[in-house]
Structures are given as C-alpha cells and as structure tokens.
C-alpha cells in the first residue's frame, strides 16, 4: 500500500512539474524573442551587387541603426525599409511583402509621427558606392509587440521621396536580409 502511495505521488509530482515547465515555455514563446542585439545581412536581389549589414541595438531612447553597403551607385540615394516578411526567397526580394506597417500608417519620413514602422528613410552612398548609416528610430523595437525581429530589411534603387504613397517610389528592390537575433560575441 505505503509503495503504491509513493508511486502515485511521484506520478502527481512529476505531472505538476510538465504542467509548470509548459506554461513556462508558452510564457517565452508568446513574448518572442528578447534580445538587446540584431543583425541582418543584406544580400543582392538577381542581377544586383550589393552586400552589407545592418545591426540593430537596444537603447533607451529606441533601436540604434548601423548600416554599411556597398555596391551602390556613386553618390546615390536608395530607399531602405523593413518590410512585412523575413523571407528573401524571390529573386527580386518581393517575397519579402511590402513595408512593415502593424498600425496601418501612412508612408512616411524617419521623422515622421505618422509613418510606417518599417520606414528608414534613404541610404547615401559616397563616391565609392558604400553607404554607411548611424542613427537611433524611437519607433522602433527589438522585442514586444511590434519587434522588427524576423522581419526583413530591403534596399531600393531609387531615393525614397518619403511621400508617395505606399512605398515613397524606391523603386526595385537591389538588397534583402533578414533581421536575426545577433551573436553577441562577433
């Protein structure tokens, strides 16, 4: 009798216990990933040549964005966006759906208080082709609801006129990458 009570009640006991380690788990999962630290790596779309990363960071004050591309043209403008997909899978980067936008905005500038989230504004290149951007978005996050973890990131051809709407008439897509939780150490 004594051994069937122990049996039982270890039964109970380790029954609790993957009771508790799931709602655990569906707690993690339902907040997404927590990172302070992003990264994409933007590949070329068929027929274009530019490559670069963009790495996102955590602040206080919203997302820190760091870019370097190269392969553009010389002293150039090129729109750059979040978009609604991390998926670069279509040769021309249009797998990667259009601007991510979960408040339903209008196209916008950075500075803008009505814009899509995902609008970044314009890359400019130098004479040699590489753009390199360093600024801080407040509407951007790295975690909560409107994480830009998983989404993807995409360069244009063309300047964004910040106006047109819904994509500011960027034009073909010459880069995609996907925003990725970053190895801290690299």
Known sequence: MKSLFVTILAAFMLMSCAQQQEEEETEVI??????????AVVHATEGNSIEGVVTFTQTEEGVRVQAEISG???????????????????????????????????????TDDNRHIGDLGNLPSNEDGVATVDFVDPMLS???????????????????????????????????????VANPDM
Request: proline share 6%; hydrophobic share 30%.
């Open 30 to 39: 339902n907040e997404g990933p927590k990172t302070e630290l992003a990264t």
């Open 72 to 110: 553009l043209g010389s002293e150039s403008l090129h729109g750059f966006h979040i978009h609604e997909y991390g998926d670069c899978r279509a040769a021309d980067g249009t797998s990667a759906g259009g601007h991510f936008n979960p408040e339903g905005m209008d196209h916008g500038a950075p």
């Open 142 to 180: 790295l975690s909560g609801e409107n994480s830009i973890v998983g989404y993807g990131v995409i360069v244009h051809a063309d300047e964004d006129d910040l106006i047109t709407q819904p994509t500011g008439a960027a034009g073909p897509r010459l880069g995609c990458g996907v925003i990725g």
